[in-house]
């Protein structure tokens, strides 16, 4: 079993940062990838950003050049920065862990960006 818990969410002025993280704890020798996801009211949840076990980070294209997915291995946190947040990047955003048996999520941390 592995537990994923969210921190750093909160209220944020348009072109301001956050950064969320995620500490994990529990199996954590099993987690290979670890990511990022968000849904806002009346969408699908969907990926942001990953980070492979080796440091390899995948963005989606609404994130890119704004956001930075970074992981501590000594720490088991994954962090993420984002930087000139957007009224569109108002949601609820997800840890993400993955393992051969099966993937692991946090409880989640709202993140808003007013105008």
């Known amino acids: 079993q592995v537990q994923l818990v969210e921190s750093g969410g909160g209220l944020v002025q348009a072109g301001g940062s956050l950064r969320l993280s995620c500490a994990a704890s529990?199996?954590?020798?099993?987690?290979?990838?670890m990511g990022w996801f968000r849904q806002a009211p009346g969408k699908q949840r969907e990926l942001v950003a990953a980070?492979?076990?080796?440091?390899?980070?995948n963005y989606a294209d609404s994130v890119k050049g704004r956001f930075a997915i970074s992981r501590d291995n000594a720490k088991n946190t994954v962090y993420l920065q984002m930087n000139s947040l957007k009224p569109d990047d108002t949601a609820v955003y997800y840890c993400?862990?993955?393992?051969?048996?099966?993937?692991?999520w946090g409880q989640g941390t709202q993140v808003t960006v007013s105008s």
């Open positions: 529990g199996s954590i020798f099993s987690i290979g990838a």
């Open positions: 980070i492979t076990s080796g440091g390899s980070t």
């Open positions: 993400n862990a993955e393992t051969i048996v099966r993937d692991y």
